[in-house]
């Protein structure tokens, strides 16, 4: 069954630095997301993208964050200088339409920033 | 702000009972509605979702939607241990400036005893 999948698994950087989050989303999907979630916290929205640009972003995707899908099958968000507030899983997710929207999301990527 | 409230448990029921979970959301407009399991330390893992008013069976699952309550919930039926997980109600609202964003309660954790 096809499915999301996520690198790195656990990625520990330093405060400032820059990290870049990679995900390929399921072949036949055209919608992509990332999504967040501090520990103990509710799944968050960062941003939604269709067609090369972003659909949508929540207040949390300031211009520290930015994604890309550089070639036909990889998604990434990059985090340009991390702050502590940082660490947490980044989920990416796939839809094939916009309609009903049924997403499908990858393993995640433990982000932990010091 | 839109919101999606679910009891945050801890749900605990014995093994083979039938385990209830609500979650009711204050946007209107709301057109889609997830239900996810999530594993301590996993993504969510989509197991129901649900457009239209009434019920949705898919095996020992059944979703239910009542649209002019703003409620919905999910019957497991037969519990067994291994549904012991957080379950996350999802909200999608497709019309407006919304495209692909999920929002999704803090989730309900339950626990099927043996």
């Known amino acids: 069954e096809p499915e999301v999948t996520q690198t790195p698994s656990h990625q520990v950087t330093q405060m400032g630095q820059e990290v870049i989050l990679r995900c390929v989303p399921i072949s036949n999907h055209l919608y992509f997301y990332w999504y967040r979630q501090i520990l103990g916290q509710k799944v968050e929205f960062l941003v939604s993208?269709?067609?090369?640009?972003?659909?949508?972003k929540s207040e949390i995707f300031d211009d520290q964050f930015s994604v890309e899908r550089p070639d036909g099958s990889n998604f990434t968000l990059k985090i340009r200088s991390t702050k502590l507030e940082d660490s947490a899983m980044y989920f990416c997710?796939?839809?094939?339409?916009?309609?009903?929207?049924?997403?499908?999301f990858g393993p995640g990527t433990r982000l932990t920033v010091l | 702000q839109k919101e999606v409230e679910q009891n945050s448990g801890p749900l605990s029921v014995p093994e083979g009972a039938i385990a209830s979970l609500n979650c009711t959301y204050s946007?209107?407009?709301?057109?889609?509605f997830f239900w996810y399991r999530q594993y301590s330390g996993k993504s969510p893992e989509l197991i129901m979702f649900i457009y239209s008013n009434g019920d949705k069976e898919d095996g020992r699952f059944t979703a239910q939607l009542n649209k002019a309550s703003q409620y919905v919930s999910l019957l497991i039926r037969d519990s067994q241990p291994s549904d012991s997980a957080t379950y996350l109600c999802?909200?999608?609202?497709?019309?407006?400036?919304?495209?692909?964003?999920?929002?999704f309660g803090q989730g309900t954790i339950l626990t099927v005893h043996p």
């Open positions: 997710a796939s839809s094939m339409t916009s309609g009903y929207n049924e997403q499908f």
């Open positions: 993208f269709y067609n090369n640009e972003i659909s949508e």
């Open positions: 999802a909200v999608y609202n497709a019309g407006g400036t919304s495209y692909g964003k999920l929002t």
């Open positions: 946007d209107r407009g709301s057109q889609s």
